[in-house]
């Protein structure tokens, strides 16, 4: 199995803050990797796929990098509505595999 | 608009069975491939299984293969889970989620259902 690993596990910033989150599987996986948002109690909403494209709908404040095995999701301006528990995934091979979260609080 | 609501969710004692549902619609349920991923309270996201647009494909995560069987019901826009022999892990939230192709993203997701195993 792909084991995809996160950090920081959580973070706290402000409004307003640039904020990146890295991703690492344990293999590579050229670009085969998603982003995904979750707020409390709601389900998880695709943010970006295939490493860099923003699915439509999301601000574009929100990017995404890298391939091969290390990968990273930006903010360029935190905004209130943005924190949230973020996820990476793969989709290179099965079984799909997640990230353990990123977290980001308020400051 | 793209909706899918998961139902049949609840308490089960442990070594019981639970159905869960997912209702489709607002798209052409048939050209879609289907998944169910779960959540243990405060944990990540765990996939656990798939089944492809006409069902000719399954597959599952090893933590629950020979347990749980997928299936799903195109003509009625409906994706299922029939989970036995349940175990305390397998406490989640379950959540159903669409795919454009086996090995893809979600999108979207159902709200998720709540399954409780304990005694």
């Known amino acids: 199995d792909i084991q995809m690993t996160q950090s920081p596990s959580s973070l706290s910033a402000s409004v307003g803050d640039r904020v990146t989150i890295t991703c690492r599987a344990s293999q590579r996986i050229n670009s085969y990797l998603n982003w995904y948002q979750q707020k409390p109690g709601k389900a998880p909403k695709l943010l970006i796929f295939g490493a860099s494209t923003l699915q439509s709908g999301v601000p574009s404040r929100f990017s995404g990098s890298g391939s091969g095995t290390d990968f990273s999701l930006t903010i360029s301006s935190l905004q209130p509505e943005d924190f949230a528990t973020y996820y990476c995934q793969q989709s290179y091979s099965t079984p799909i595999t997640f990230g353990p979260g990123t977290k980001v609080d308020i400051k | 608009q793209v909706q899918l609501v998961e139902s049949g969710g609840g308490l089960v004692k442990p070594g019981g069975s639970l159905r869960l549902s997912c209702a489709a619609s607002g798209f052409t349920f048939s050209d879609y491939h289907m998944n169910w991923i779960r959540q243990a309270p405060g944990k990540g996201l765990e996939w656990v299984s798939y089944i492809a647009t006409s069902g000719g494909s399954i597959s599952y995560a090893d933590s629950v293969k020979g347990r749980f069987t997928i299936s799903r019901d195109n003509a009625n826009n409906s994706l299922y889970l029939q989970m036995n022999s349940l175990r305390a892990e397998d406490t989640a939230v379950y959540y159903c989620?669409?795919?454009?192709?086996?090995?893809?993203?979600?999108?979207?997701w159902g709200q998720g259902t709540l399954v409780t195993v304990s005694s």
């Open positions: 989620a669409r795919a454009m192709v086996r090995f893809n993203w979600f999108d979207p």
